[in-house]
């Protein structure tokens, strides 16, 4: 594929502000396969956002029973990788760190609060250097805005 570019390429290039949505539906003729696509399918979803002095680039992979979330700010690195669920029966959150993730709680907060807002289960990548709480907090709030937007919250 050397020289040719899919529609996918690009998606998160740092020269561009963008929105880009993604639609994938298994439509082949195992029924288990088919019950998960008739259920929604796998949505995923691509948006930038410049705020100020700074560029957050986010990814939004739903499954049809959680959400996987990359943010990244001002480049396309990976950053620490979290879980976030809901608990059973005092339904509260329970967050652990899969990558990276020592003494900063940068990303776990975001975990937790996305899982108390969507009711699912959350992956989060998060790329927000340590010690910003003003750009957790921008990107925290430009996330919840797509999500709500895109009807993946729960109504209060």
């Known amino acids: 594929m050397a020289g040719k570019?899919?529609?996918?390429?690009?998606?998160l290039d740092s020269d561009s502000v963008s929105?880009?949505?993604?639609?994938?539906e298994d439509h082949s003729t195992d029924p288990s396969t088919t019950v998960n696509a008739a259920a929604g399918g796998l949505e995923i979803t691509c948006f930038s956002?410049?705020?100020?002095?700074?560029?957050?680039?986010?990814q939004i992979i739903r499954?049809?029973?959680?959400?996987?979330?990359?943010i990244g700010c001002n480049s396309t690195k990976f950053g620490d990788l979290y879980a976030a669920a809901s608990t059973r029966p005092s339904?509260?959150?329970?967050?652990?760190?899969?990558?990276?993730g020592s003494s900063d709680n940068t990303g776990s907060g975001i975990?937790?609060?996305l899982v108390l807002k969507t009711g699912l289960n959350i992956i989060?990548?998060?790329?927000?250097?340590?010690?910003?709480?003003?750009?957790?907090?921008?990107?925290?709030?430009?996330?919840?805005e797509k999500l709500i937007s895109l009807g993946y919250t729960q109504p209060r």
């Open 111 to 113: 975990a937790r609060r």
């Open 91 to 100: 339904n509260t959150v329970g967050v652990t760190s899969i990558l990276g």
């Open 19 to 24: 929105d880009q949505s993604f639609k994938l």
């Open 49 to 58: 956002e410049l705020v100020d002095d700074a560029t957050f680039h986010f």
């Open 63 to 70: 499954f049809p029973k959680q959400i996987y979330a990359w």
């Open 5 to 11: 570019e899919s529609e996918y390429d690009g998606a």
């Open 124 to 144: 989060l990548a998060c790329g927000i250097p340590k010690n910003s709480p003003m750009l957790e907090a921008t990107a925290e709030k430009k996330l919840m």
